[in-house]
């Protein structure tokens, strides 16, 4: 970030490329992205805390936000170098405003704040969800809409009729546990490492889903809402009941577990998608890197002959380059934050800034 008001010189010489800065501090990932006025994706840096917070099991909040001080800077820095901007090419800065941890996105509002106040550019807010969401159209830009968006991760399990980008019409979300928080419990439960969904997933591919099966909770009532509480309960009973040497084999129970996920997960989003008669079904979030979802969606979606958009691994979980996509669209728009712009932990999707003239810049 520039200091004293000089601009750094560690970025090589080269052409400007009018660009814009996205930044993610919303859990445990430090990340930061450049994206070209233009709208391509220059660069895409995240710096994981998975070895901070393995220890305990899950992320600790305070640990989270002192890492973030830790790292953003040295993050920017290096995204703005792999990408060849320099500070004076960057028009708008996009931050994740909220949901998250409160003490994590103070850290990256705040610093894109500052770096929006010293670089004379407007700062843009961005709702995490609406970041997901834009994962979709980094794959797929020509996308089209009306089209239904589930978003699953370890906070969220939320189902979307977006008639168009930028409107969001809420069909269903979790009553309690979100989808990926199930997956990381269950690990857990089965004595398995952290991060816990993905070495469930990759244990599960070693079972059978029939050995051992679970109920499909909500699957047939709730409209479009979800609940994945009784389903930990449930593996829990299980476990307590049985000796996973002299029952079925760990990989067997993984299996079975996850499958009873995916298949809540994947029946009522295509229920949605006959419901709203669209043919188009978009799944982001942390969870739609597991292997078997895809896998599940990807059949099912070729059978019914619906259009399918699932981004490539690494703009599933938590990453800047769906923030500054998001903002990328909002800059179009002219969605300005004016200064005062602060960190929402409980943001409503929906109640970033309308659009607005750029505030009074330095």
Known sequence: MPRNGQTPTSVP???????????????????????????????????????????????????????HVEKIEEVTQAALEQARVRWPDLRAIAVTQGP???????????????????????????????????????????????????????????LYLVPQRGEYRLLGKTLDDAAGEAFDKGAKMLGLSYPGGPALDRLAQTGDPSVVRFPRPYLNKGGFNFSFSGLKTSLLYYLRRQSLQTSSSPAHVASGYQEAIVDVLVEKSFRAVRRYGVDGLAVVGGVSANSRLRTVLQARAEKEGIRLALPRMHFCTDNAAMVAAAGWWAYQEQRWASWDLDAQPGLAIGATMPASPPPNLP
């Open 100 to 158: 998250g941890l409160a003490g994590a996105l103070v850290v990256g509002v705040s610093f894109g704040k500052a770096l929006a106040y010293a670089l004379g550019v407007p700062c843009i807010g961005v709702h995490h969800l609406e970041g997901h969401i834009a994962s979709a159209w980094l794959e797929h830009p020509d996308f089209a809409t009306p089209c239904i968006v589930l978003v699953v991760s370890g906070g969220h399990t939320h």
């Open 13 to 67: 010489s080269c052409a400007p490329v009018p660009s814009l800065l996205g930044i993610e501090t919303s859990c445990d990932e430090t990340a930061a992205a450049v994206f070209s006025l233009q709208g391509q994706l220059l660069s895409n840096l995240v710096a994981s805390q998975h070895e901070v917070h393995g220890r305990f099991g899950g992320v600790v909040p305070e640990l989270a936000s002192r890492k």
